[in-house]
């Protein structure tokens, strides 16, 4: 099979149903922002400091291929059978930050990404998560989204969130608060 088609060259695409759409589509953008947050993942999962979350990691980029297919599909055509999301995975992430919560110290205030390039590309993804997350809550303003999707991408932004503290806290890393000019 070849990778390049040609049948995109005048600027169109094909929903997973048949359905041709501008490249510029809001349904194109929304899983497209998708595809960029699992590839920040797949950065993040590949730093040395995440070698025990490797295959929590991975499962979330399962989710975000589960998500980039739904989100793929003309709703109104689409009979292809897609894999779905579930409760437990949006229950995994919460159990996940609650386990992180126990150990980080509490948070007093507003903290500045970085520290360490590993927990720079962990508030890169969660800053990417969250612009998917809004691009799919515009998407389903004017088209059906299957809920559960903005679910699990609003707790998946706070997991990453989560994420990067737990990783600076076990890089010894100091998290650097925002200190507001006043």
């Known amino acids: 099979m070849k990778i390049y088609t040609k049948t995109g060259?005048?600027?169109?695409?094909?929903?997973?149903?048949?359905?041709?759409?501008?490249?510029?589509?809001?349904?194109?953008?929304?899983?497209?922002?998708?595809?960029e947050l699992n590839s920040y993942i797949g950065l993040v999962r590949d730093q040395p400091v995440n070698e025990l979350r490797k295959n929590?990691?991975?499962e979330i980029q399962d989710r975000l291929f589960t998500i980039g297919a739904l989100l793929a599909s003309d709703p109104e055509k689409a009979k292809?059978?897609?894999?779905?999301?579930?409760?437990?995975?949006?229950?995994?992430?919460e159990q996940e930050m609650d386990i992180i919560d126990a150990i980080?110290?509490?948070?007093?205030t507003f903290i500045l990404p970085g520290?360490?390039?590993?927990?720079?590309?962990?508030?890169?993804?969660?800053?990417?998560?969250?612009?998917?997350?809004?691009l799919v809550i515009a998407l389903q303003e004017e088209s059906f989204v299957e809920p559960?999707?903005?679910?699990?991408?609003?707790?998946?932004?706070?997991?990453l969130f989560m994420l990067s503290r737990q990783m600076a806290h076990?890089?010894?890393?100091e998290e650097l608060p925002w200190k507001p000019r006043v």
């Open 9 to 35: 060259d005048q600027g169109l695409t094909s929903l997973i149903g048949g359905t041709r759409v501008r490249k510029s589509h809001l349904r194109i953008e929304s899983y497209g922002t998708v595809d």
């Open 56 to 58: 929590l990691l991975q």
């Open 80 to 93: 292809k059978k897609i894999p779905d999301l579930h409760e437990t995975d949006i229950t995994r992430l």
């Open 104 to 108: 980080v110290p509490p948070l007093k």
């Open 115 to 134: 520290g360490h390039p590993a927990v720079s590309f962990c508030h890169l993804a969660r800053c990417v998560c969250r612009r998917a997350e809004r």
């Open 148 to 159: 559960m999707i903005i679910i699990y991408l609003n707790r998946l932004s706070d997991y």
């Open 170 to 173: 076990e890089l010894k890393v």
